[in-house]
């Protein structure tokens, strides 16, 4: 998975409580996203970041933050979670504005 | 609304047969058509993808059919084998500032039966 890891790989939580999921890159690239995967939907972008400290929003980014103090690792803050965003999240990296982008393995949240 | 829209949900195929997949997009804005396949519990990883200066890529068995006139891109998948079973995401990309926003289909569920 192109040196990308995230954590935790599978979380049950319970509504309201807070959730923070962790995307780590060892491939030193500048551009990070998070995407949550739904059936029928298929990714959706929530947050992207182009540099350290510089984020932006996606398409469905309402009830989500994100932080990046580091090159190295993007996370993603749920800060009140509600039972619509059980999904399958994923992170995905590029190294420029080339077009590729390659994805991790996924955290897989469910909201009871 | 949905910018690439894609079919069919899911697909039943012989080994050995074609596995074909469609896509259809309107933004013309949109400058890059890669293709994702998935397996479960894994991320997509990229399979192969096209920019619309060209009408065909080729890589293996694998075939990226792109149609600008009609705004359509299609992945043909031949000798279709049992491995080849996952799920397939076609996606189109477009410019905006600072990134490329890329847009996703739904997703085709390929079954290649033994």
């Known amino acids: 998975d192109a040196g990308i890891t995230q954590s935790p790989r599978h979380k049950v939580t319970e509504t309201g409580t807070p959730v923070t999921l962790r995307c780590h890159q060892t491939e030193n690239h500048r551009y990070m996203y998070w995407y949550r995967q739904d059936p029928g939907h298929g990714l959706r972008l929530i947050h992207y970041s182009y540099g350290v400290k510089d984020t932006d929003k996606g398409e469905v980014s309402d009830g989500y933050s994100v932080s990046r103090s580091k090159t190295e690792d993007f996370l993603l803050t749920l800060e009140s979670a509600t039972s619509s965003q059980t999904s399958v999240y994923f992170c995905a990296i590029s190294e420029s504005l080339n077009n590729e982008q390659f994805f991790g393995p996924g955290t897989r949240l469910t909201v009871l | 609304q949905q910018q690439v829209k894609q079919s069919p949900q899911s697909l039943i195929v012989q080994k050995g047969g074609i596995s074909i997949i469609n896509c259809a997009y309107e933004n013309t804005a949109f400058d890059y058509f890669p293709w994702y396949q998935q397996f479960p519990g894994k991320g997509p990883a990229l399979l192969i993808a096209?920019?619309?200066?060209?009408s065909e890529k080729k890589e293996g068995r694998f075939t990226i059919s792109f149609n600008k006139s009609a705004k359509q891109f299609s992945l043909h998948i031949m000798d279709s084998q049992p491995g080849d079973s996952a799920t397939y995401f076609c996606a189109a990309s477009m410019r905006l500032g600072n990134f490329n926003k890329f847009y996703f289909g739904s997703g085709t569920k390929l079954n290649v039966k033994p």
């Open positions: 096209i920019r619309p200066d060209v």
